[in-house]
């Protein structure tokens, strides 16, 4: 199985601060990964997939990068609808999805 | 609008059984792998249970396997995850996601639904 690690756990910031979050995969996988936001009792929204690619309606402050077992999501300037857990996934293998165990972002 | 919508759950003993829907609509509902996918109280989230557009192939995590089946009725647009032996671990919002379109198992999830919340207790 692929592990999916995290990091930071938790993450404290303030509005307009940049703030960047690592996913580290335990085997390559090269970019078939996604990124999503979830907010507390709400559904998990998509926002970055392949790596890269920004979901349609996704603010432009959002972006990812990386490849093989390094990842990370980038928020350029934090807004305050921002303050939220954030996922990363791999899609590689085709008979297992693991996330990661999720970012809480909180508000300093 | 692409929407999927849960329900079905419930508070349940362990070793209970049930069966959580989901709605799909806004899409051509046929075309498209989707899976389940749950989130325990304090937890990540956990995939579950994938299907293909036609039913023919499922896929299983491992702590689930043998005793979760996930189904479909295109006729209905409705997808269905049976769970038996219900353990205390199972406890969870379980959501349903949409997945790739026809052969494409390798893909991102997107929408998902709000989840139903199954919680096991005696």
């Known amino acids: 199985d692929i592990q999916m690690t995290q990091s930071p756990s938790t993450l404290s910031a303030s509005v307009g601060d940049r703030v960047t979050i690592t996913c580290r995969a335990s085997?390559?996988?090269?970019?078939?990964l996604a990124w999503y936001q979830q907010k507390p009792g709400k559904a998990p929204k998509l926002l970055i997939y392949d790596a890269s690619s920004l979901d349609g309606g996704v603010p432009s402050r959002f972006s990812g990068s990386g490849s093989g077992t390094e990842f990370t999501l980038t928020i350029s300037s934090l807004q305050p609808d921002d303050f939220a857990t954030y996922y990363c996934q791999q899609y590689n293998t085709y008979s297992l999805y693991t996330f990661g165990q999720g970012t809480k972002l909180e508000i300093k | 609008e692409v929407q999927l919508v849960e329900s079905g759950g419930d508070l349940i003993q362990p070793g209970g059984s049930l069966r959580l829907s989901c709605e799909a609509s806004g899409f051509t509902f046929s075309s498209y792998w989707m899976h389940w996918v749950r989130h325990a109280p304090g937890k990540g989230l956990v995939w579950v249970s994938g299907?293909?557009?036609?039913?023919?192939?499922?896929r299983y995590a491992d702590s689930v396997k043998g005793r979760f089946t996930m189904s479909r009725d295109n006729a209905k647009n409705t997808l269905y995850l049976q769970v038996n032996s219900l353990r205390a671990e199972d406890m969870a919002v379980y959501h349903c996601a949409r997945g790739g379109l026809g052969r494409l198992e390798s893909y991102w999830f997107d929408p998902w639904g709000q989840g139903t919340l199954v919680t096991v207790s005696s």
């Open positions: 085997q390559r996988i090269n970019t078939w």
């Open positions: 299907i293909n557009s036609d039913g023919s192939i499922t």
